[in-house]
């Protein structure tokens, strides 16, 4: 069985030309980007902005004069989503001037190519530009592929190598990419100007040729040659994520990573635990604890993982939160005195980024991605996954032998992949963990997207699947819906387990869900008042009382808000068996802040009225307009502002409390002014 499948038919390809018309220069253009999505389909050949293509070609200039143009991937595209626009064109001629210099600075590289770009506002040419460049093949593909990571770094890759290709492709000795990279590549494919690709020693695979079809072939081919070499016939599994049945001391790691990171004002970390049978059976090997400190398979792993894996043993894990916080202190220990090994060295000064680490494996647990939000930590886990196979599978076959550490630093602290990290400073919500319930409702989603929209990682609950699917759709990867009837016994603790399991916590719950319950107290029966009740009162507490255990496991503060209603304190014709469980509920949010407020808790609360939702509907509406002689319109904004009161507005208030940090016990109401419900 062969692990890559080559993907190309000759009708997509026949329809991209077609789509592409008849000018030369965007039909190669078509194909290169039809083949870089092949490419980038395959997370066994490339990941999350690793890899880059390119194809040479021929354009005129603003006088008509034809001249040789490179179009490379440009940095913040990634290939299986690539379009032409990510592919900026580049005038190759300057490109080949600058091979005559000895040496030549990244941030002149960089320069050089920006200043030849043919569109002065397209993105950066990749850091491997000046590789490309030097090849003459029209078409030029790069992959980390996981084979060729496990071959890159086989103490003996040369003579592998030959064993596998004889001369069909040549080796290039270890170089940081950029402009002495490209030389020595250009220097080695000259000496050998039969070959298919290039072997690049602990870093990847080249392979090119006269169309864009003979590269790709290549690529798939050579690939498949050093999987069967190694035994490797499946793709890499990724992503498996099995809720673990005691996920607490995910929630300590957590807490204890987040103490560390607010020192050096970080955003608390999202984790993203994956535990499919692959990564458990690597995690019993003997030689666990060596290879979690050997290093990257390749070099710009190294910003999104760091060198080392912090390795947490079943005995560490279940020692509890000393322990584990033992662990990490001594983890950050290796790391600052790492970089004040080599800071010194480098020519220009450098900042240390945060010390913490970005994967973890855990005996019996699971391998933990770490990032600031749930795709950075997605990215580390997914790089996470590849490298222990690729781990396995060298150190099985010769040995894994990647990268130094001072080549680790060069790379860590290279001024272009910091660059590739950004500097923009994270959303309000980045990191946080928030848990709504009734998500699907009016309100729940409004509330989910304000959340969403600033960064954080939701939890979203409702009874309805398909509105929680709809919801996942708009809000896309990075949130967890969870069909639970808020009600059951047990709904509370399988949230937070859910919640701890896919994130590694919890910071803010938004206890929503409720229904109405009508009637006149002295008519109501019993049954539907403790339904009301159930509802309206003890789900509220259930959530908050499982929120509140899990956050004091945490140890990092966090927050609790409850949908609490007007009616709470300002009782309505007819809704006493719904006023009645929502003043309750009040009640629990002035006793749990004051219980909870040592510990950092926060909790508070939102008094809506009249918004529309699955209980004020338009019959709702209706009836009680026509009841008081007022339009729909005129009773929807009977209040002192005379404006209906929309779900995106109780949404602003929950996010306000959200960002209130020195406010608990507090009930905001949101219902355009109404004396009657004023609060003391
Ligand atoms: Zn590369």
Same mark, same amino acid.
């Given at each position: 069985?062969?692990?890559?499948?080559?993907?190309?038919?000759?009708?997509k390809?026949?329809?991209?030309?077609?789509?592409?018309?008849?000018?030369?220069?965007?039909?190669?253009?078509?194909?290169?980007?039809?083949?870089?999505?092949?490419?980038?389909?395959?997370?066994?050949l490339?990941?999350?902005?690793?890899?880059?293509?390119?194809?040479?070609?021929?354009?005129?200039?603003?006088?008509?004069?034809?001249?040789?143009?490179l179009?490379?991937?440009?940095?913040?595209?990634?290939?299986?989503?690539?379009?032409?626009?990510g592919?900026?064109?580049?005038?190759?001629?300057?490109?080949?001037?600058?091979?005559?210099?000895?040496?030549?600075?990244?941030?002149?590289?960089?320069?050089?190519?920006?200043?030849?770009?043919l569109?002065?506002?397209?993105? $950066? *040419?990749? %850091? #491997?530009? !000046? +590789?490309?460049?030097?090849?003459? /093949?029209?078409?030029v593909?790069? @992959?980390?592929?996981?084979?060729?990571?496990?071959?890159?770094?086989?103490?003996?890759?040369?003579?592998?190598?030959?064993?596998?290709?004889?001369?069909?492709?040549?080796?290039v000795?270890?170089?940081?990419?950029?402009?002495?990279?490209?030389?020595?590549?250009?220097?080695?494919?000259?000496? $050998? *100007?039969? %070959? #298919?690709g !290039? +072997?690049?020693?602990?870093?990847? /695979?080249f392979?090119f040729?006269? @169309?864009?079809?003979e590269?790709?072939?290549?690529?798939?081919?050579?690939?498949?040659?050093?999987?069967?070499?190694?035994?490797?016939?499946?793709?890499?599994?990724?992503?498996?994520?099995?809720?673990?049945?005691?996920?607490?001391?995910?929630?300590?790691?957590?807490?204890?990573?987040?103490?560390?990171?607010?020192?050096?004002?970080?955003?608390?970390?999202?984790?993203?635990?994956?535990?499919?049978?692959?990564?458990?059976?690597?995690?019993?090997?003997?030689?666990?604890?060596?290879?979690?400190?050997?290093?990257?398979?390749?070099?710009?792993?190294v910003?999104?993982?760091?060198?080392?894996?912090?390795?947490?043993?079943?005995?560490?894990?279940?020692?509890?939160?000393?322990?584990?916080?033992?662990?990490?202190?001594?983890?950050?220990?290796?790391?600052?005195?790492?970089?004040?090994?080599?800071?010194?060295?480098?020519?220009?000064?450098?900042?240390?980024?945060?010390?913490?680490?970005?994967?973890?494996?855990?005996?019996?647990?699971?391998?933990?991605?770490?990032?600031?939000?749930?795709?950075?930590?997605?990215?580390?886990?997914?790089?996470g996954?590849?490298?222990?196979?690729?781990?396995?599978?060298?150190e099985d076959?010769?040995?894994?032998?990647p990268?130094?550490?001072?080549?680790?630093?060069?790379?860590?602290?290279?001024?272009?992949?910091?660059?590739?990290?950004?500097?923009?400073?994270?959303?309000?919500?980045?990191?946080?963990?928030?848990?709504?319930?009734?998500?699907?409702?009016?309100?729940?989603a409004?509330?989910?997207?304000g959340?969403?929209?600033?960064?954080?990682?939701?939890?979203m609950?409702?009874?309805?699947?398909?509105?929680?699917?709809?919801?996942?759709?708009?809000?896309?990867?990075?949130?967890?819906?969870?069909?639970?009837?808020?009600?059951?016994?047990?709904?509370?603790?399988?949230?937070?387990?859910?919640?701890?399991?896919r994130?590694?916590?919890?910071d803010?719950?938004?206890?929503?869900?409720?229904?109405?319950?009508?009637?006149?107290?002295?008519?109501?029966?019993?049954?539907?008042?403790?339904?009301?009740?159930?509802?309206?009162?003890?789900?509220?507490?259930?959530?908050?009382?499982?929120a509140?255990?899990?956050?004091?496991?945490?140890?990092?503060g966090?927050?609790?808000?409850?949908?609490?209603?007007?009616?709470?304190?300002?009782?309505?014709?007819?809704f006493?068996?719904?006023?009645?469980p929502?003043?309750?509920?009040?009640?629990?949010?002035?006793?749990?802040?004051?219980?909870?407020?040592?510990?950092?808790?926060?909790?508070?609360?939102?008094?809506?009225?009249?918004?529309?939702?699955?209980?004020?509907?338009?019959?709702?509406?209706?009836?009680?307009?026509?009841s008081?002689?007022?339009?729909?319109?005129?009773?929807?904004?009977?209040?002192?502002?005379?404006?209906?009161v929309?779900?995106?507005?109780?949404?602003?208030?929950?996010?306000?409390?959200?960002?209130?940090?020195?406010?608990?016990?507090?009930?905001?109401?949101?219902?355009?002014?109404?004396?009657?419900?004023?609060?003391?």
């Amino acid at each position: 069985m062969t692990m890559i499948k080559n993907h190309w038919t000759d009708a997509k390809a026949e329809a991209c030309l077609a789509a592409a018309g008849s000018d030369e220069a965007d039909r190669d253009l078509a194909l290169r980007v039809y083949t870089s999505r092949l490419i980038g389909q395959d997370p066994d050949l490339v990941m999350h902005g690793g890899g880059n293509t390119s194809v040479k070609t021929r354009r005129p200039d603003l006088f008509g004069e034809m001249g040789d143009v490179l179009h490379i991937k440009g940095s913040g595209w990634d290939l299986d989503t690539l379009e032409a626009p990510g592919l900026p064109g580049v005038w190759l001629a300057p490109l080949h001037r600058l091979r005559d210099l000895d040496s030549l600075s990244d941030e002149d590289m960089v320069n050089a190519q920006r200043r030849n770009l043919l569109d002065s506002s397209a993105p $950066n *040419p990749s %850091v #491997e530009t !000046l +590789l490309h460049a030097y090849l003459p /093949h029209k078409f030029v593909d790069h @992959t980390h592929a996981t084979p060729f990571l496990v071959l890159a770094n086989q103490p003996d890759a040369d003579s592998v190598c030959e064993e596998i290709f004889g001369d069909r492709l040549a080796i290039v000795d270890y170089i940081m990419p950029g402009f002495q990279l490209a030389k020595a590549a250009a220097e080695v494919y000259e000496a $050998n *100007p039969h %070959v #298919e690709g !290039l +072997l690049l020693r602990n870093h990847g /695979h080249f392979a090119f040729g006269d @169309t864009a079809k003979e590269s790709y072939d290549r690529i798939i081919n050579h690939t498949n040659l050093v999987a069967r070499h190694f035994g490797m016939d499946t793709a890499t599994p990724l992503a498996i994520r099995r809720t673990p049945s005691h996920p607490d001391r995910l929630a300590i790691l957590r807490g204890v990573l987040g103490d560390v990171q607010s020192t050096v004002d970080y955003p608390m970390p999202i984790l993203d635990l994956r535990n499919g049978p692959d990564v458990m059976s690597f995690l019993q090997r003997p030689d666990i604890a060596d290879l979690a400190t050997r290093g990257v398979a390749s070099p710009d792993h190294v910003i999104r993982t760091k060198s080392e894996v912090l390795w947490l043993s079943q005995q560490v894990w279940n020692g509890g939160r000393a322990d584990i916080q033992k662990a990490v202190a001594d983890y950050i220990e290796r790391y600052r005195a790492y970089f004040d090994r080599h800071a010194p060295l480098a020519a220009a000064a450098k900042t240390m980024v945060t010390p913490t680490p970005n994967l973890a494996w855990v005996e019996n647990i699971g391998l933990i991605g770490i990032g600031g939000d749930a795709a950075t930590a997605a990215i580390a886990a997914d790089l996470g996954e590849q490298n222990i196979r690729v781990r396995r599978v060298g150190e099985d076959h010769g040995g894994f032998m990647p990268i130094g550490e001072a080549d680790n630093f060069a790379m860590e602290y290279w001024s272009l992949e910091q660059a590739k990290l950004g500097k923009k400073t994270a959303p309000a919500f980045a990191g946080r963990v928030v848990m709504v319930t009734g998500a699907a409702g009016e309100i729940g989603a409004a509330v989910s997207r304000g959340f969403a929209a600033g960064g954080a990682s939701l939890v979203m609950i409702d009874v309805d699947q398909e509105g929680l699917d709809m919801l996942a759709d708009e809000l896309g990867p990075g949130h967890l819906g969870l069909c639970l009837d808020v009600m059951e016994a047990d709904a509370a603790s399988a949230a937070m387990r859910a919640a701890t399991g896919r994130f590694g916590g919890l910071d803010y719950l938004v206890s929503n869900a409720g229904f109405a319950v009508m009637g006149e107290m002295h008519e109501v029966s019993n049954e539907a008042l403790r339904r009301s009740f159930e509802m309206n009162f003890f789900a509220h507490r259930n959530f908050g009382a499982a929120a509140a255990k899990l956050m004091l496991q945490q140890d990092r503060g966090g927050q609790i808000l409850f949908n609490v209603s007007k009616i709470a304190v300002n009782p309505g014709q007819n809704f006493g068996p719904y006023g009645l469980p929502k003043a309750t509920t009040m009640y629990l949010l002035r006793q749990m802040a004051l219980e909870l407020g040592p510990s950092g808790i926060r909790v508070n609360g939102v008094n809506a009225d009249r918004v529309r939702s699955g209980i004020v509907d338009e019959d709702f509406i209706r009836s009680r307009a026509s009841s008081r002689g007022v339009t729909a319109k005129q009773y929807m904004s009977g209040n002192l502002i005379r404006r209906e009161v929309e779900a995106r507005h109780v949404a602003e208030a929950f996010i306000t409390l959200a960002r209130s940090e020195r406010t608990s016990a507090h009930v905001m109401p949101v219902d355009g002014g109404n004396i009657e419900a004023a609060l003391r």
